[in-house]
Structure formats: structure tokens, C-alpha cells
């Protein structure tokens, strides 16, 4: 679950977890504390950002987190200390930075140059392998520093008393009815909001089902117009052939080996067809994960092929066969006399 | 050998009309020529004796076996092993070679396929430099030549020829006839053409006018 400033309970999963859209805004570090003492609570991770080094969010968090993820260090060792950050995979391979070198944040979570907090530069200690989840496109580190950042910038404009914030807070509970229980609770006596990612992720995915289940309905299309295809080129290739196929009845064939001669030709098409749509498919999807990892910072997994594409090859076949049944019915009735003698 | 007894044929469309076809009995190695007229069913009496059409009444026998007697899968077999059939329109099969469609020939005669054989007779028919063309790049002659290799390359005992020389040449027409003479020699089988071409009347000592 997450927790943070009130709005839209959408965003705020998308801006916490996924880091895809902005926060809806900050919450006070003394009711993140007064939340986290619920027992029912089994692990709180506060998340704070708000800056970013060209355009990659700087993410200032727990050690948790990083396990959250299951991410492990590949080079340097883990942040310890205020203005120290370890990068995410795809971070270190796009910024091509070392360890040791320093960099400085820019305010807000969009590249710019002006808005540069050029009196706190952070270290870099360490790289994070590659999870395939979204840590790999964030910066992170401690929560210490993010706040110290801003500390240096709100004195000079404000004076104002040191208060703390946080951005949201990522809860785990220790069974799912504390979770409804707390989220109904704090929706409705505290000024913050509540958010179950699964929940809200479900809702997004409703509103953009028409446009999966239209791009289904249109694969499924194209699958029958393709049985068809077979079953057309097919019944072409017993018309047009059906001299050669005559005249191999004449060397005594049988009935038999020229369905054969028919089934294996539209087999070996469809194979092909299969094994083709199969490869382009997956060159499909890496052009598509490049350009989307840079856009959306969505990493798609090139996967072996799978139970479901096997069943769509038993599938293919199974078409191919009741095409190539269908087409040579026409075998049966092959006179091999007439077609000889029509000259 | 080959022997008919009162053929008799009609077409499901045209039920009116019937064909009776004279009574054929040749002899070990003895070769024929029918002659008639164009539409009097000289390629029907073609297709009886080669098993592709069934007669409405009588039989063939080709040495010792009732062709029409025979099942479904047992005609197929005679007919891949002992009956030639050399067409008045050449037809292959136009994705391979020369050569590979004699081979398809021979295998599906299901006897054994003999190389010896095989070379000797595209020695014959002049066709051995040509053997790896695609069919469709051969010449007219060479594709009349090698419908002739088609029709004898299993050895049958039936060699059935349908207007072999109705687009050639007298020079040609002359040739291919003795290939096929000599052909029908070499395999020890029946000759039967059937053609309304006059010039090929004095090679052959009988006739058959329907």
C-alpha cells in the first residue's frame, strides 16, 4: 500500500511506485511516524524525491528499498553516508558515469540546467545489476540527503522552521485486512490518502481494456483470415497443379500420397509462416523495448518461446490440417482422364 | 501382351451415345497402330487400356491380368509398374529437372531404379547434356523426348503412345518413331499409338480402324 498527500489515488501509484507520473505532493515526516507505530504494520519504507540528474529521478529512501526489490550491487559497495547514491542499472549504462564521481541534482523531476543545486554534489558508490523493474532507471539515495538539499535552498528563500517531509510512504502489512483497515481509516480521518497498487493498477487497466481487448479482437482476426489464406492458397495449388497431380497418378500414385504431397506442402508453409511471424514478433518487441525504455522507462523481457506460443503452433497445425483436408477434397474426385485429355 | 474383349464406354454426360470399341488381342512384343478419325474415342480406348477410365462393359488384359478386375490401390500399382503412357500434350513436373522427374517416375513404378538404365537412355534420346534443366527449359523436341523416357523408363509392359508425332516435323516424326520402336524392343513390351497421322501408317504392319 501507499500512503501520501491527498489527489488523485491513481497518481500517486504512478508517481511512487511505477515513478511514471509527478506526486500529488508531500507529507509531514510526523504522521508518517505516528502511522508507522500501527501494529498491523509489518515494514514502512518512506520514499522522498523531487530531483533528477538528466531527466533520472533521485530517489531518497531506506536501505530497504533496494531489497524491496531484490536488487543486488554490482560494482561499488551500498550508500552510508548523506550525499552518497548508487545507480540503477540502465542509469550507470545510459550516463556512463564511474564510481567515485560526483554529480549534482537539478530540481524538479525533468532535465534542466537552471535549477541546479550545485553546492550539494553527490557521490556515486555503487551500480545495481539489472531486476527489470523500475529501480533500474532511478538514482538512489538516502532520505537524509534529499531532505538536506532542500534544507540549504528553503533557508535562504523562506527562513522557514525546519519541518520534514516525505513524498510517500510504501507499506507492507502483515495480512490484507490491516491494509483495508488502515487505508479506510487514514482515507477518512487523516489528511492524507491511502492507495492499493494493485487495486488502483487494476482500474488503469480497465480504462485502457477496450484498446487491449480491440487489439485481441483484431489478432484473432488476423489468425482466421490467415487459416483462410491457407485454405485459398491451398485449394489454388490443387487447381493449378492438378495436371502434375493427374499425371502422377498416371506413374501410379495413389489418392493417398497426393494428399500427402498437399498436407506436407501446407505444412512446411505454415511452419515457415509460423517460425517467421515468431522471430519478426520478438524483433518487434526488441525495437519496441528500446524506444520505450527510453520514453516510458519500461524494460519488455525477451523470452524464450513458451507454453502459450507452443499452443499456437499445435494451433497452426491443427488449422494447416483442416485446411489442406479441406482443400483436397477435390483429390478424390480428380479425373485423371479428363484433365489429360483436355489439351 | 495385351488383349480386350467388347469394350464398351459411355460418358455420364452424354449418355446417348456409346462407343464400341473393335476387339484388340496382340501378341508377345507385337506392336499396333489405331487410327480414325478426330472425336471417334481413339484417347478414350487409350485411357480404358491404361486403367483411367472404366468400362461400361468388357475387359482388359495386359499379359495376364484382368485390368478392371483389379481394386482401387492393386490399379494403381499396375499402372505405376506395367503401363507406360506417353501423352499427346507433354506434362511433367514443371519445379523439377529432367532428370529428377524420370526419377519420380521410376519410383513410383516401385520396381527397382537401375542408374545403368536410366543413363543408357537419355544417351538414346539425346537428352543427357540437358538432364539438370528445369522443364520448362528445354525445347519442344526435347520435351516430346523425354514424355518418350517418361513412358518407358520402368521397362512396362505396355508402351501407350497418344499422338506422339501430331506436332512434329517429318524429320522428327520419322525419329521418334523409331525411338519408340526401338524403346518397345529394348523393354520387350507392347507398342500401341494411337493417331490420326498418316505418315506413321507405314511403320507399323498393324492396324486397328475404329
Known amino acids: 500500500m501507499v500512503i501520501g498527500a491527498k489527489g488523485s489515488p491513481l497518481q500517486l501509484v504512478l508517481s511512487a511506485i511505477l515513478h511514471m507520473d509527478n506526486p500529488t505532493g508531500n507529507i509531514s515526516l510526523d504522521e508518517v511516524l505516528r502511522i508507522r507505530k500501527n501494529p498491523m504494520i509489518k515494514e514502512a519504507i518512506p520514499v522522498s524525491y523531487g530531483d533528477n540528474y538528466m531527466g533520472y529521478r533521485i530517489l531518497g529512501t531506506s536501505d530497504q528499498y533496494v531489497g524491496k526489490y531484490g536488487a543486488t550491487?554490482?560494482?561499488?559497495?551500498?550508500?552510508?553516508?548523506?550525499?552518497?547514491?548508487?545507480?540503477?542499472?540502465?542509469?550507470?549504462?545510459?550516463?556512463?558515469?564511474?564510481?567515485?564521481?560526483?554529480?549534482v541534482s537539478s530540481h524538479g523531476l525533468i532535465q534542466n540546467e537552471v535549477e541546479e543545486h550545485d553546492e550539494k554534489p553527490f557521490i556515486m558508490t555503487g551500480?545495481?545489476?539489472?531486476?527489470?523493474?523500475?529501480?533500474?532507471?532511478?538514482?538512489?539515495?538516502?532520505?537524509?540527503?534529499?531532505?538536506?538539499?532542500?534544507?540549504?535552498?528553503?533557508e535562504h528563500i523562506e527562513h522557514k522552521?525546519?519541518?520534514?517531509?516525505?513524498?510517500?510512504?510504501?507499506?507492507?502489512?502483515?495480512?490484507?485486512?490491516?491494509?483495508?483497515?488502515?487505508?479506510?481509516?487514514?482515507?477518512?480521518?487523516?489528511?492524507?490518502?491511502?492507495a492499493l497498487p494493485k487495486f488502483e493498477i487494476d482500474r488503469l487497466l480497465k480504462f485502457l481494456g477496450i484498446g487491449f481487448r480491440a487489439i485481441n479482437g483484431i489478432a484473432i482476426a488476423i489468425l482466421l483470415v490467415a487459416g483462410l489464406s491457407i485454405f485459398i492458397g491451398l485449394i489454388k495449388t490443387v487447381r493449378e497443379r492438378k495436371h502434375e497431380l493427374a499425371l502422377l497418378r498416371t506413374y501410379g500414385a495413389t489418392t493417398f500420397q497426393l494428399l500427402k504431397?498437399?498436407?506436407?506442402?501446407?505444412?512446411?508453409?505454415?511452419?515457415?509462416?509460423?517460425?517467421?511471424?515468431?522471430?519478426?514478433?520478438?524483433?518487434?518487441?526488441?525495437?519496441?523495448?528500446?524506444?520505450?525504455?527510453?520514453?516510458?522507462?519500461y524494460h519488455l523481457e525477451i523470452s524464450s518461446p513458451d507454453m502459450q506460443e507452443f499452443l499456437m503452433l499445435l494451433i497452426v497445425v491443427f488449422m494447416t490440417i483442416l485446411a489442406s483436408i479441406l482443400a483436397s477434397y477435390s483429390l478424390f474426385k480428380l479425373n485423371v482422364s479428363k484433365i489429360l485429355a483436355d489439351a | 501382351m495385351i488383349r480386350t474383349t467388347s469394350l464398351r464406354f459411355t460418358y455420364q454426360n452424354t449418355k446417348t451415345h456409346t462407343f464400341y470399341f473393335p476387339d484388340i488381342d496382340l501378341s508377345f512384343e507385337q506392336n499396333a497402330l489405331i487410327l480414325g478419325p478426330s472425336g471417334v474415342g481413339k484417347t478414350?480406348?487409350?485411357?480404358?487400356?491404361?486403367?483411367?477410365?472404366?468400362?461400361?462393359?468388357?475387359?482388359?488384359f495386359i499379359g495376364n491380368t484382368c485390368v478392371h478386375q483389379l481394386t482401387r490401390?492393386?490399379?494403381?500399382?499396375?499402372?505405376?509398374?506395367?503401363?507406360?503412357?506417353?501423352?499427346?500434350?507433354?506434362?511433367?513436373?514443371?519445379?523439377?529437372?529432367l532428370l529428377e522427374n524420370l526419377k519420380i517416375r521410376e519410383k513410383l513404378s516401385k520396381k527397382r531404379t537401375n542408374q545403368n538404365r536410366r543413363r543408357q537412355l537419355l544417351e538414346q534420346l539425346e537428352l543427357t547434356e540437358v538432364s539438370n534443366k528445369k522443364v520448362h527449359e528445354l525445347s519442344e523436341g526435347q520435351r516430346q523426348r523425354l514424355s518418350i523416357a517418361l513412358g518407358v523408363i520402368?521397362?512396362?509392359?505396355?508402351?501407350?503412345?497418344?499422338?506422339?508425332?501430331?506436332?512434329?516435323?517429318?524429320?522428327?516424326?520419322?525419329?521418334?518413331?523409331?525411338?519408340?520402336?526401338?524403346?518397345?524392343?529394348?523393354?520387350?513390351?507392347?507398342?500401341?499409338?494411337?493417331?490420326h497421322d498418316q505418315r506413321v501408317k507405314s511403320h507399323f504392319d498393324k492396324h486397328i480402324i475404329l
Open chain 1, 161 to 194: 522552521e525546519e519541518h520534514k517531509e516525505v513524498t510517500a510512504l510504501l507499506l507492507n502489512f502483515r495480512n490484507p485486512i490491516g491494509a483495508l483497515q488502515l487505508s479506510r481509516s487514514i482515507n477518512k480521518d487523516t489528511s492524507l490518502q491511502a
Open chain 1, 73 to 103: 550491487l554490482k560494482e561499488g559497495k551500498l550508500n552510508t553516508k548523506n550525499f552518497e547514491a548508487i545507480f540503477g542499472a540502465e542509469v550507470a549504462k545510459k550516463l556512463k558515469l564511474n564510481i567515485g564521481s560526483s554529480f
Open chain 1, 261 to 297: 504431397l498437399v498436407f506436407l506442402e501446407a505444412f512446411f508453409l505454415s511452419l515457415i509462416g509460423f517460425v517467421l511471424g515468431w522471430f519478426l514478433g520478438r524483433v518487434g518487441i526488441v525495437l519496441f523495448s528500446s524506444l520505450a525504455s527510453d520514453a516510458y522507462k
Open chain 2, 154 to 195: 520402368h521397362k512396362p509392359k505396355v508402351i501407350l503412345a497418344d499422338e506422339p508425332t501430331s506436332n512434329l516435323d517429318d524429320k522428327n516424326c520419322e525419329k521418334v518413331i523409331s525411338l519408340l520402336k526401338k524403346e518397345a524392343q529394348i523393354c520387350k513390351s507392347n507398342l500401341v499409338i494411337i493417331t
Open chain 2, 44 to 60: 478414350t480406348l487409350l485411357h480404358l487400356m491404361a486403367g483411367l477410365l472404366i468400362p461400361k462393359k468388357g475387359n482388359v
Open chain 1, 127 to 154: 551500480v545495481l545489476r539489472p531486476t527489470g523493474t523500475v529501480i533500474d532507471h532511478l538514482i538512489i539515495t538516502n532520505i537524509e540527503s534529499v531532505w538536506e538539499v532542500h534544507e540549504h535552498e528553503e
Open chain 2, 73 to 97: 490401390n492393386q490399379l494403381n500399382n499396375f499402372r505405376g509398374k506395367h503401363i507406360g503412357i506417353i501423352l499427346q500434350r507433354g506434362y511433367f513436373i514443371k519445379s523439377l529437372t
